[in-house]
T-cell receptor
Framework: GAVVSQHPSRVICKSGTSVKIECRSL??????MFWYRQFPKQSLMLMAT?????????EQGVEKDKFLINHASLTLSTLTVTSAHPEDSSFYIC??????????FGSGTRLTVV | ELKVEQNPLFLSMQEGKNYTIYCNYS?????LYWYRQDPGKSLESLFV?????AVKQEGRLMASLDTKARLSTLHITAAVHDLSATYFC????????????FGKGTHLIIQP
C-alpha cells in the first residue's frame, strides 16, 4: 500500500516552454504532498509543501511563480515548471506523508531543458 | 533551521568488511529516516527511527538513534556488492509530518 505514481519519468523540453509533472496517490488520500529537487550527485532539497485545497508553501529561494504547484484533490498534486531553462534541469521527486507509515516517494522525473 | 551532517560522503570498501555511516542533526526531531538511492532511481525506504535508543536491523544493515546526542548511525555488517548505493539520512522537520531534511548522502562502493 501507500504508492505514489509519478509521471512522466523523463521529459526533455525546449528552453522557454513549460512542463507539468503529476503525482497521484493510488491507494490512499494524500492530504500533504512534498516536492523535492535533486541535482546530479547532490542531495534532495525540499522545494515546497502542498496541502489539498490550499496554496503551497515554498521554501526560501524557490520561485513560486516559476514552480507552480496545484493540489486540487486528495489524490493528485502537480508541479509545473514554467518557462523552463537549462538550469532547471534536475531530478524532481514528490513525496506524500502517510499516517502511521511515514513518507512514500514517487519514482521521480528527470527533466532536461535544452 | 534543521541542519544535517552526514559522513563520510564517500566510502569505498571491500566485501566482508564492516563500516558505519554517521548522521548528526542540529535540532530536535521526532523521527529519523534512512533511505537508499540507486543511480537514476528514486528513494527506497530502509528504516524509520521513532525514539531515543531505537535500533532496527534488516539483513546486513542496522540503524540506531540517539536523540540526546542528535546522532543516528547506519552500520553495515559484512558488506556485499549489492549494497553499493547512496545512503541518505533524513530527520523529520518540525513537530509533525512537515517533510524531511536530507543529509548530503554517503556514496558507498563495495568492491569484490
Amino acid at each position: 500500500g501507500a504508492v505514489v505514481s509519478q509521471h512522466p519519468s523523463r521529459v526533455i523540453c525546449k528552453s522557454g516552454t513549460s512542463v507539468k509533472i503529476e503525482c497521484r496517490s493510488l491507494d490512499f488520500q494524500a492530504t500533504t504532498m512534498f516536492w523535492y529537487r535533486q541535482f546530479p550527485k547532490q542531495s534532495l532539497m525540499l522545494m515546497a509543501t502542498s496541502n489539498e485545497g490550499s496554496k503551497a508553501t515554498y521554501e526560501q529561494g524557490v520561485e513560486k511563480d516559476k514552480f507552480l504547484i496545484n493540489h486540487a484533490s486528495l489524490t493528485l498534486s502537480t508541479l509545473t515548471v514554467t518557462s523552463a531553462h537549462p538550469e532547471d534541469s534536475s531530478f524532481y521527486i514528490c513525496s506524500a506523508s502517510v499516517l502511521n507509515y511515514g513518507y512514500t516517494f514517487g519514482s521521480g522525473t528527470r527533466l532536461t531543458v535544452v | 533551521e534543521l541542519k544535517v551532517e552526514q559522513n563520510p560522503l564517500f566510502l569505498s570498501m571491500q566485501e566482508g568488511k564492516n563500516y558505519t555511516i554517521y548522521c548528526n542533526y542540529s535540532t530536535t526531531s521526532d523521527r529519523l529516516y534512512w533511505y537508499r538511492q540507486d543511480p537514476g532511481k528514486s528513494l527506497e525506504s530502509l528504516f524509520v527511527l521513532l525514539s531515543n535508543g531505537a535500533v532496527k536491523q534488516e539483513g546486513r544493515l542496522m540503524a540506531s538513534l540517539d536523540t540526546k546526542a542528535r546522532l543516528s548511525t547506519l552500520h553495515i555488517t559484512a558488506a556485499v556488492h549489492d549494497l553499493s548505493a547512496t545512503y541518505f539520512c533524513a530527520p523529520e522537520r518540525g513537530g509533525g509530518a512537515d517533510g524531511l531534511t536530507f543529509g548530503k548522502g554517503t556514496h558507498l562502493i563495495i568492491q569484490p
